[in-house]
């Protein structure tokens, strides 16, 4: 019984030694906090961290501010229709909700595959893909917070997607 202990001592206390770090826009818009071990890349309007030790592509959660161009969508509500439009034929609408956040209002939408993919030799791909945006208008653009993952990595993925964004601040 005392090994059994053991194990189980060991793996909550390494669960719960999993490092945070933090990271702020360069210009003082947001702060974030996530896995140390995650990898982090940074692009003009856009952060994206990905775990660390599995193959790319496995998960990415993201925070981009819109609107980047003129070809996309000007509000949050315009970007949550064209959310809404992807369902259809290779994707479902899993759920779309208004959620209370940051002292406003953003909607939290989910995406699902329903179909099985085939690779270009036939053979049956990994899925499926599952997506979740959080969509946070502010009083300049707004911001979305996206988890992409293939199969069961969404779910492992997703503990984290939550932290980040009940880590997420605002500055200006």
């Known amino acids: 019984m005392r090994p059994l202990l053991l194990v189980l001592a060991l793996a909550v206390s390494t669960s719960a030694s999993i490092g945070y770090s933090s990271w702020k826009h360069p210009h003082g818009e947001y702060s974030i906090e996530y896995p140390s071990d995650w990898k982090r890349s ?7 961290l990905r775990p660390s030790g599995r193959r790319g ?3 990415k959660i993201s925070v981009e501010k819109h609107p980047i161009d003129k070809r996309s969508p000007a509000t949050a509500e315009a970007y949550a229709k064209e959310l809404r439009g992807r369902a259809g034929k290779v994707r479902a609408i899993e ?7 940051a002292g406003g209002k953003a909607r939290r939408i989910a995406l699902k595959e329903i179909i099985e993919l085939k690779g270009q030799y036939g053979e049956k791909l990994a899925g499926p893909l599952r997506e979740l ?4 208008p502010r009083q300049s653009g ?6 992409e993952a293939i199969g069961p990595e969404f779910d492992k993925a997703l503990p984290e997607f939550d932290r980040l ?8």
């Open 57 to 59: 592509g496995d998960a």
């Open 95 to 101: 759920s779309d909700a208004e959620i209370a956040f």
């Open 133 to 136: 945006h959080l969509v946070v």
């Open 142 to 147: 707004f911001y979305v917070l996206k988890l």
């Open 42 to 48: 940074l692009g003009i309007h856009t952060v994206s």
């Open 165 to 172: 964004v009940s880590s997420l601040r605002f500055g200006k």
